[in-house]
């Protein structure tokens, strides 16, 4: 059966960077897409970028260009999602999700709180 | 940007009740990029649809959705104990964005 499993939580100061991982199994890895969300506390679900798993393009949401890195790892089949200069704003659940047609997600990892305080 | 603006913001009702929420978008985005979300709490979403009225893989019969242009809504014909949690609709494709939520509580 599918399963994305992400990293555990962590803790951060402000400007530091965090990368979290989704290691996917159940599935041919290379052959869906891989997306991130995030949900801050009382928000709505925000999109920050996705990755072509098979050819390893990327595309990024205009709000975290410059600060995002979406990578994949497909010896391990794992993508990370790097965010640096973090701040308090940053404070949220981070998903990662698998594209099952141009960008609806069929399976979401456990999801991996980012907390960001000094 | 395109704006996903749900309705209502809370829907109160009882088990066996029919619900109805609602999904505008600012923009005309057609027919074929429009999916639904079920979120409890504490848990990941959950594709319910896609494609406006495509079910997911094992999503209840009771969960249909349907729109086009700008106006798309989720109907759950009769609640169970489980459909009681927060509904997300988003617009799929080249962009990304999600609505603000539909929160269905037990009346």
């Known amino acids: 059966q599918v399963q994305l499993v992400q990293s555990g939580a962590e803790v951060k100061k402000p400007g530091a960077s965090v990368k979290i991982s989704c290691k996917a199994s159940g599935y041919t890895f290379a052959r869906y897409a891989m997306h991130w969300v995030r949900q801050a506390p009382g928000q709505r679900l925000e999109w920050m970028g996705w990755?072509?798993?098979?050819?390893?393009?990327?595309k990024y949401s205009q709000k975290f260009q410059g600060r995002i890195t979406i990578s994949r790892d497909t010896s391990a089949n794992t993508i990370n999602m790097e965010l640096s200069s973090l701040r308090s704003e940053d404070t949220a659940v981070y998903y990662c999700?698998?594209?099952?047609?141009?960008?609806?997600?069929?399976?979401w990892g456990q999801g991996t709180l980012v907390t960001v305080s000094s | 940007e395109i704006v996903l603006t749900q309705s209502p913001g809370t829907l109160s009702l009882s088990p066996g009740e029919r619900a109805t929420l609602s999904c505008g978008t600012s923009q005309d985005v057609g027919s074929d990029s429009l999916a639904w979300y079920q979120q409890r709490p504490g848990q990941a979403p959950r594709l319910l649809i896609y494609r406006a009225s495509t079910r997911a893989t094992g999503i209840p019969d009771r969960f249909s959705g349907w729109g086009s242009g700008t106006d798309f809504t989720l109907t759950i014909s009769r609640l169970e104990p489980e459909d009681f949690a927060l509904y997300y609709c988003?617009?799929?494709?080249?962009?990304?964005?999600f609505g603000g939520g539909t929160m269905v509580d037990i009346k």
């Open positions: 990755i072509n798993v098979g050819n390893n393009n990327r």
């Open positions: 999700a698998r594209d099952l047609y141009s960008s609806s997600l069929d399976f």
């Open positions: 988003q617009l799929h494709g080249p962009s990304l964005f």
